[in-house]
């Protein structure tokens, strides 16, 4: 009986390894026929296009300008400690708040104060100690007046006499000594308040009171806003024929209605490296304090100024380069070696905004019709489908 059962078992056992590997043997050919299959066509991915057009006269559209002030002051402290106090300013409920931006200051204001015990304890010793160097130059003073009448006597020694008078000395520059460190520590004392070194207009202010500074914690940032600035940046092509002390008109969207007249105080002796544009920056007088520290001004150079035709391009069609992260690139529909169209990345080098679009000083041709809606989603070589 034993060994029927035996038998059983081990059919039994060889009926399921069979099972088994007639398991594993049907996978095997389902996947090896799976693999056989051709793998389905990428699907084209969805863009639109724009071709590239040719600006003639780029001076004649608007340049995009950052305002900033006349003169702009970055106040730290010079010592060490906690605020204990901030200037205080009516608010407009009439009652008393800390200085904050957009406040008016003049010169001299104490802006900050720093808790000052420290230093006052350090002024007085100070103090003391230059007593005690005078009163012991004083003494010191008579005995060597009095040693050099006992010497011309010939009562004591050339040996004393040298002694007194050494002593006579170093008193005297114990008292120099003392006087610089009661002026340093009065000094010290001083710094304890921030002023305000000049009459303008708070832009931040970066400190509470209770807040630990220390040397050159910028406390505030003031601006002289009577007059502003704006900066800009001009192609090569146009930095030529700008010069010092010619007109510009400018207009910000607070303010559509209104044009503001200014003049150019600093044309860019270099290029920067990046962009390849010329930093450019006018004057503009701004009394009744309409223009703010960082509004965007819309530029108009004088119609003197021409630039030879440049291609232009939507701003948003731009993208990096995968492999250059500090350079830009554009992705141009082009037709495919099999007749479908294909992205093909383009790297180019930029010069100004040009309202909404951005000139291209080299890398792309006029007529390309480079990807506008869709160029951050393509690659190059990537398969695409134009739509309008």
Sequence with gaps: MLKYLNLILRTMKKRRERAVLTGLLIGFVLIAACGHEKEAAPEAIPVTV???????????????????????????????????????????????????AGD?????TILATVKDDTYRNTLAKAQSDLANSRATLSKAKADFA????????????????????????SAQASVGASQAMVQQAQVDLDDCKLKSPMSALVLDR??????????????????????????????????????????????????PSQVFQGSITKVGAVADPNTRVFDVEATIPNAEGRLRVGMIASIRLPATV??????????????????DPKGYAVYVAQKGADGTMVAELKKVAVGPVVGDQVSVESGLDSGAQVIVRGADIVFNGASINVVP
């Design 50 to 100: 724009q071709r590239v057009a040719m600006a003639s006269g780029v001076s004649a559209v608007a340049y995009s300008a950052n305002i900033v002030a006349d003169t702009h002051v970055d106040l730290a402290f010079k010592v060490n400690g906690y605020v204990r106090s901030i200037l205080q300013v009516k608010g407009s409920d009439g009652k008393l708040r800390n200085v904050q």
């Design 146 to 169: 009095r040693y050099s009448q006992l010497l011309e006597e010939r009562v004591i020694s050339r040996a004393d006499y040298d002694a007194a008078k050494q002593h006579y000395d």
């Design 104 to 108: 008016p200051v003049t010169t001299g």
């Design 306 to 323: 021409q630039a030879a035709n440049v291609v232009v391009i939507p701003t948003r069609s731009i993208v990096r380069p995968p492999d």
């Design 206 to 255: 970066t400190i509470e009171v209770g807040t630990l500074v220390a040397p050159s914690t910028v406390g505030f940032q003031i601006g002289d806003t009577a007059k502003v600035k704006v900066v800009f940046g001009v192609p090569g092509s146009i930095v030529a024929g700008l010069k010092s002390g010619a007109e510009i008109t400018s207009t910000v969207d607070a303010f």
